[in-house]
């Protein structure tokens, strides 16, 4: 007997490719005018008997110039999740129209606006946006198999896939080669990384946006003290932007402090982690205390604790007595709880400040100017997909052994690392900690640039960020 599902598949008409859809577009920047297209479309993955089984869809911006394309650097660029569409740093940092969401990056009220982007990559090179399979318009063929994308693994094998088609489709293959990626499209970034080196594709640069490579410097689990240590500086900035620190130090240089708490956090404190029980009453106390004084946070609470402040809990805690929690991607956002009671939060204030803006603009600006037409739901951020992606490699798994073997086969790589003070995401310490436990050869550290903003995992949200961002990525590319 034929299995129903085998037999709706067989009956199931062949998917064909679409034809991408190519608009013309002028920007006038302060020193500039650029004139490009805009592709929007799909790119098939296929199977041995060449049948289309998912579709990836990408946005393209490419110069029109009068050189030849080749020559321009071309960057891939995705957002995280696992489950995010690459909208975040389409519409909000790297494309050429973004969502106006004011100075801070607060939500703004409705109706939303679609604004030029001055601070656009466009003119450090072309762009390519990325929607992995689950996420934007991207599906597998027959919605059963959508799952089979979701993996550490087979999201590599995706977007490499991509990426090698893309590079012949567009012929690219001379191109300088650039990724960058957010939140976990840093992960996938460095596996990609690693991955295509071997396939004869190289990087010229990575871009690594709010980082984590290895999980266990982020994943608060039992017998894991790392990331209790590793958050530590996040919280003192938070606590510090909220002015609830004492005196002396709200009025210490941010930077300085931070230096501080991280080189605490990351001997003393984390000896007395590893010590677990065995500490005297007395020990406690003091380390107690210690921590009361960087995080803003009660001593009891902090004993309560064991020590061991949680970033859920912390983000409750801070402004606990004004109802009221700080944002998890961006700790600098506060949301108005229903009840000051219970541990966590009711929902992140940074995630839905700017979820309903860049949803209502992206879907305006995709059919209006770019001439996407679709019933399909482009899914900004879907929870499906993070609830049932596969991290293999255990219960913490890094990709940095992937970035290190690609500095080791092209040492000629570069990486900017961009992180945010106010990240309760990916905080920028354990970013530091996982560059500094992947074992990269000493000769090439200096491969590897670090920049710092005062804004959270978008920092981009923040405009001076945005600024900065901008000007670090063109000293990086055109180095």
Not at 167 to 192: D, F, I, M, N, V
Not at 252 to 279: F, K, M, P
Not at 356 to 377: C, M
Request: hydrophobic share 40%; proline share 5%; charged share 25%.
């Amino acid at each position: 007997m034929t299995d129903q599902t085998d037999q709706s598949k067989n009956d199931a008409p062949e998917v064909t490719e679409e034809a991408p859809i190519v608009t013309a577009h002028q920007l006038e920047l302060a020193d500039a005018t650029l004139s490009y297209s805009a592709t929007v479309g799909k790119l098939p993955l296929k199977d041995e008997k060449d049948k289309i089984v998912a579709q990836i869809f990408y946005t393209a911006y490419t110069l029109d110039a009068e050189t030849d394309p080749a020559a321009r650097p071309l960057i891939f660029v995705f957002n995280g999740g696992p489950g995010s569409a690459s909208i975040w740093l389409h519409m909000g940092a790297l494309g050429p129209k973004r969502v106006d969401m004011g100075e801070e990056g607060f939500m703004p009220p409705p109706p939303y606006k679609l604004i030029d982007n001055d601070y656009t990559w466009l003119d450090l090179g072309d762009l390519v946006f990325i929607d992995p399979v689950g996420t934007g318009y991207s599906r597998a063929t027959d919605p059963a198999d959508n799952e089979k994308y979701w993996g550490l693994e087979e999201d590599l094998e995706a977007v490499g896939e991509f990426i090698r088609l893309y590079l012949s489709r567009a012929k690219r293959w001379g191109s300088p080669l650039y990724l960058a990626g957010e939140s976990y499209g840093t992960t996938r970034a460095a596996g990609l990384a690693g991955r295509l080196i071997d396939r004869g594709i190289a990087f010229s640069g990575i871009v690594l946006l709010s980082t984590v490579m290895n999980f266990q410097t982020l994943r608060f689990t039992k017998a894991n003290d790392l990331p209790y240590a590793l958050y530590l500086p996040s919280f003192c900035a938070t606590a510090h932007y909220h002015g609830m620190l004492a005196d002396d130090l709200q009025t210490r240089d941010l930077r300085e402090l931070l230096t501080e708490v991280a080189d605490w956090s990351e001997s003393d404190y984390s000896v007395v982690l590893a010590r677990g029980d065995r500490l005297s009453p007395e020990e406690r106390a003091a380390v107690a205390e210690r921590l009361a004084r960087y995080t803003g946070l009660s001593q009891r609470f902090i004993l309560g604790a064991d020590l061991r402040v949680n970033i859920m809990s912390f983000c409750k805690e801070l402004l606990r007595d004004d109802k009221r929690a700080v944002g998890r991607l961006d700790s600098r956002f506060i949301g108005i709880m229903a009840s000051a009671e219970g541990a966590a939060f009711d929902f992140d204030p940074s995630m839905h400040a700017i979820t309903p803006p860049y949803t209502a603009v992206y879907n305006q600006y995709v059919r209006e100017q770019l001439g996407y037409e679709t019933d399909l739901n482009y899914e900004i951020l879907s929870f499906k997909v993070n609830e049932n992606w596969k991290y293999q490699g255990g219960q913490f798994p890094d990709t940095s052994e992937g970035l290190r073997a690609a500095f080791a086969k092209n040492p000629f790589m570069r990486v900017l690392v961009a992180q945010g003070y106010y990240d309760l995401a990916t905080p920028f310490q354990a970013a530091y900690y996982s560059l500094a436990h992947m074992g990269l050869d000493a000769s090439l550290r200096d491969n590897i640039t670090i920049e710092e903003y005062a804004a959270g995992h978008m920092m981009y949200l923040h405009v001076p960020s945005l600024v900065k961002l901008k000007a670090d990525a063109s000293a990086f590319i055109r180095l």
